[in-house]
T-cell receptor, first 115, second 116 residues
Framework: DTGVSQDPRHKITKRGQNVTFRCDPISEHNRLYWYRQTLGQGPEFLTYFQNEAQLEKSRLLSDRFSAERPKGSFSTLEIQRTEQGDSAMYLC?????????????FGDGTRLSIL | AQKITQTQPGMFVQEKEAVTLDCTYDTSDPSYGLFWYKQPSSGEMIFLIYQGSYDQQNATEGRYSLNFQKARKSANLVISASQLGDSAMYFCAMREGGTGGFKTIFGAGTRLFVKA
């Protein structure tokens, strides 16, 4: 069990630029989640994949945000035309199939700073 | 709608003492799971303990126990014999298990300070 891996750990970019983050889940986990966390708050759900299918998206995920999991393994989260309000920690988590009892295992996150 | 409330922004506890972190929740789904996570200053989210809505007994994991009061919709985390390394943010979270999808919602968190 190598854990959930996220890359990069930190990203600093100018407003208006596009950014892409990568998440590698625990290998036997079919479910993958993206969250956004701002300072002093709990993580906010963005989207969820069951294998390669994106099954749920939050209203927080504007049309500037897109997530993919093309082969049901790693996932990418892209933010186009970044804005100041996008500055946050972006967390990826994965879990096994099953009911509501499956805990999510989180990566260390990607911290995005918009200049 | 799902909702998680953590009313304690910060808590202090003396090393080796026990501490209770409060969590109340709201859901109309009879099937749900409650989780507690720890987030140290380094940023990673660490799973601590799980309680299912149909579980008859309170969950325990080492020094962590969950005081589950279903009628009150509360799921308080009890940490016994606090250690300096327990200083961190603690988040209560809930996932509905019925047709509510697999979204997990988190509370705002409680920052725990353990004093030597």
């Amino acid at each position: 069990d190598t854990g959930v891996s996220q890359d990069p750990r930190h990203k600093i970019t100018k407003r208006g630029q596009n950014v892409t983050f990568r998440c590698d889940p625990i290998s036997e986990h079919n479910r993958l989640y993206w969250y956004r966390q701002t300072l002093g708050q709990g993580p906010e759900f963005l989207t969820y994949f069951q294998n390669e299918a994106q099954l749920e998206k939050s209203r927080l995920l504007s049309d500037r945000f897109s997530a993919e999991r093309p082969k049901g393994s790693f996932s990418t989260l892209e933010i186009q035309r970044t804005e100041q309000g996008d500055s946050a920690m972006y967390l990826c988590a994965s879990s096994r199939d099953g009911g509501s009892n499956q805990p999510q295992h989180f990566g260390d996150g990607t911290r995005l700073s918009i200049l | 709608a799902q909702k998680i409330t953590q009313t304690q922004p910060g808590m202090f506890v003396q090393e080796k003492e026990a501490v209770t972190l409060d969590c109340t929740y709201d859901t109309s789904d009879p099937s749900y799971g409650l989780f507690w996570y720890k987030q140290p200053s380094s940023g990673e989210m660490i799973f601590l303990i799980y309680q299912g809505s149909y579980d008859q007994q309170n969950a325990t994991e080492g020094r962590y126990s969950l005081n589950f009061q279903k009628a009150r919709k509360s799921a308080n985390l009890v940490i016994s014999a606090s250690q300096l390394g327990d200083s961190a943010m603690y988040f209560c979270a809930m996932r509905e298990g019925g047709t509510g999808g697999f979204k997990t919602i988190f509370g705002a968190g409680t920052r725990l300070f353990v004093k030597a």
